[in-house]
């Protein structure tokens, strides 16, 4: 359904102890690092909006102690989670491998299905470095849905990586919603170029199997900043964004959802006249 104020969204930070999980967070929510050493005991929850084209994000971060003994605050945490960011310290080898090894699986017994997990290798300020930009990025990025290079000291690509996990969670639906069009109309009036845009991006992130890349390049093919609110969204930007998703599923052989976004489309323009 549209939510006009923001839609909520649980995920998580992973990782050992010792590699920024904290840190980063602390940068993303109040913008700003302490050098002394920030100790998670237990889980720690932190939350903040983020916005995505159409409407906003607020995360649920659960930021996790990361000694491998305490499974059972893992568990708890891990619990239909719509997506994670797994951290790795680049001055520390093995804790991108435990991520692959011991993280990943244990996060993904737990969250929902499809969950995405981005990677942060954290750390970039320091000079002393284990891990290498391009052997990361070719020897593991089959096992993540994006790689960020960040720094907690800095906030250098902190920002990003947490808008990128908001727009990819708001597009993972934790479940299909079978009457999806009904929801999204409703006793609603769809007369703004922002309205149209997030009735369509509900729709999408509901049925009609597309994929995340694909969506990306509606966007961009659209001229759309995928993090931009109604101030960045023109009534041609809007409808371009309609019409290619409607040519995607018809070539894609999806009548029904080619259909779905045509009325979409319509109504938009009879709320138009109307209002």
């Keep these: 359904m549209i939510v006009e104020d923001y839609i909520k969204r649980k995920v998580n930070l992973l990782g050992e102890t010792g590699v920024g999980k904290t840190s980063l967070v602390i940068r993303f929510v109040k913008n700003v690092f302490g050098e002394e050493y920030l100790k ?3 889980s720690n929850i932190y939350t903040k909006k983020v ?4 409407s906003e994000v607020k995360l649920v971060i659960y930021d996790i102690m990361g000694e491998s003994g305490f499974q059972s605050v893992q568990d708890i945490a891990f619990e239909k989670s719509t997506g994670a960011i797994a ?6 080898e093995e804790t991108l491998y435990k991520l692959i090894d011991e993280w990943l699986p244990k996060y993904r017994k737990s969250a929902v299905d499809n969950a995405p997990v981005l990677l942060a290798v954290n750390k970039m300020d320091l000079e002393e470095k284990e891990l290498n930009k391009d052997e990361v990025i070719n020897n593991v990025l089959h096992h993540f849905d994006s790689i960020f290079f960040t720094s907690a000291k800095t906030g250098g690509n902190v920002e990003d990586l947490f808008k990128e996990l908001g727009f990819r969670t708001i597009y993972r639906e934790t479940s299909p919603i079978k009457d999806i069009e009904d929801i999204i109309t409703a006793d609603k009036t769809i007369d703004t170029p922002k309205k149209l845009i ?3 991006l509900t729709y999408a992130s509901h049925l009609g199997d597309m994929p995340y890349s694909t969506m990306e390049d509606l966007f ?4 759309i900043d995928k993090f931009s609110l109604e101030d960045g969204i023109s009534e041609d930007q ?3 964004f309609g019409d290619r998703l409607m040519k995607w ?5 999806d009548v029904d959802s080619a259909s779905t976004v045509c009325r979409l489309l319509e109504k938009y323009k009879e709320d ?3 209002f």
Excluded at 87 to 92: L, W
Aim: proline fraction near 3%.
């Design 40 to 42: 998670t005991v237990g």
């Design 51 to 54: 916005p995505v084209t159409g």
């Design 87 to 92: 951290v790795a310290d680049i001055t520390r």
């Design 198 to 200: 997030s009735g369509l």
């Design 220 to 223: 961009e093919e659209s001229g």
């Design 238 to 240: 809007a409808l371009e």
């Design 249 to 253: 599923y018809d070539e894609n052989d």
């Design 272 to 274: 138009l006249e109307t």
